[in-house]
């Protein structure tokens, strides 16, 4: 019994040994700029012993027009959101793994378990959610701020001083929500109302920018911002006197997700670093630095008090339910893609 006590601590031990040694090596990320703290990927470092190497990016678009022109194969995990999630499927792009090889799975909250865009979690898992609104400088501008009219059809204070989000997906929901347009409509009045109302509202915006959707609104240089309520609560706490809307005509809801690449150079540390952001700790980590929400069971002992009363993550009494992006055929996106095209020139 002895014998048999020592053999099966031996092998427990050689085990342990080969499960560290295939999990230390490289790890590649594409991610969002701006979404992580540094401290915690030097602490997946220090206990795994796993170099960590980030490239970011300002959109899902732009992370999908990277991977597909060649960088696929390049990194082993990116942070799409949930419709991208979806199209990469959908494109192969992804590779699967088994709940069995994440310690840490049965931690995922239910309601972003089965999700219609990854059923059954197989290729990605939950990051952190949120809303895409926009943010409106009390300094400037004192009335109603609840309604899309802000964005597409402002006051005169407020036209010329509306910093847009460079991220289409986001851009033309916004719009349809403000006409009561259904998503992935290919009818041809609704492509034309949309692509007309997008033209005139145009003439009231001075940018397009993700990158600094959070930094035109700290400095003053604009009045309005498009954003995600994560980062208009951090453009409140740098010292911008702004409040985040949430208009009648509707919002933008997410969910982000790392996902596992197809021909991952490192799977064994992608793996490793996705079990590591299923740890409570770690994901109220990222909340804390982000000003989002997880979607990880058990963070709240591990969060910011002035995060829960933030008022981007407690819509009012009456605030519509943010609305997800539909993924369209292939066809009808060909539409929108041009009607982005056409706005962007």
């Known amino acids: 019994m002895k014998i048999f006590t020592k053999l099966m601590g031996a092998t427990a031990a050689l085990a342990l040994m080969a499960g560290t040694a295939q999990a230390e090596g490289q ?7 701006e979404y992580i703290p540094q401290e915690l990927l030097d602490q ?20 999908l027009a990277t991977l597909k022109a060649g960088a696929l194969g390049s990194y082993d995990v990116a942070v799409p959101g949930d419709y991208m999630v979806q199209i990469m499927i959908g494109e192969g792009m992804l590779d699967t793994f088994d709940s069995s090889e994440l310690q840490n799975f049965d931690n995922i909250q239910a309601q972003w378990l089965d999700v219609p865009f990854d059923p059954g979690r197989t290729h990605s898992i939950p990051y952190q959610w949120g809303s895409t609104s926009f943010a409106v400088s009390r300094d400037v501008f004192s009335g109603d701020i609840n309604t899309t009219s802000i964005l597409f059809d402002p006051p005169e204070e ?15 929901l916004m719009a349809q929500l403000h006409l009561g347009l259904p998503q992935c409509s290919a009818e041809r009045d609704h492509i034309k109302a949309l692509d007309e ?3 005139e509202a145009k003439g009231h915006w001075a940018s397009f920018g993700s990158d600094t959707a959070k930094d035109v609104l700290v400095s003053g240089d604009a009045a309005v911002g498009q954003i995600w309520n994560g980062f208009s609560a951090r453009a409140r706490i740098e010292g911008a006197n702004i409040e985040y809307a949430y208009p009648v005509e509707g919002y933008v809801a997410w969910m ?7 021909d991952a150079p490192n799977r064994a540390s ?11 700790e770690n994901a109220a980590a990222v909340t804390n630095y982000a000003q989002y929400t997880a979607g990880v069971e058990g963070v709240g002992p591990f969060l910011e008090p002035a995060l829960l009363s933030s008022p981007e993550q407690n819509p009012p009494d009456g605030a519509p339910v943010g609305t997800f ?3 369209c055929d292939e066809a009808t996106q060909t539409l929108y893609d041009a009607v982005w095209t056409r706005l962007k020139k």
């Open 27 to 33: 790890l590649s990320i594409y991610h969002w700029f």
């Open 44 to 63: 997946f470092t220090e206990e795994t012993g796993i170099e960590v190497t980030m490239d970011t990016y300002d959109s899902n678009e732009s992370m």
């Open 158 to 172: 407020l036209s010329g001083r509306i910093n847009m989000l460079d991220a289409q997906g986001e851009v033309l």
């Open 197 to 199: 109302m997008l033209q």
């Open 256 to 262: 982000d997700n790392v996902v596992l690449l197809k």
């Open 270 to 280: 992608a793996i490793a670093f996705m079990d590591f952001l299923l740890v409570p």
């Open 325 to 327: 992006t539909a993924v």
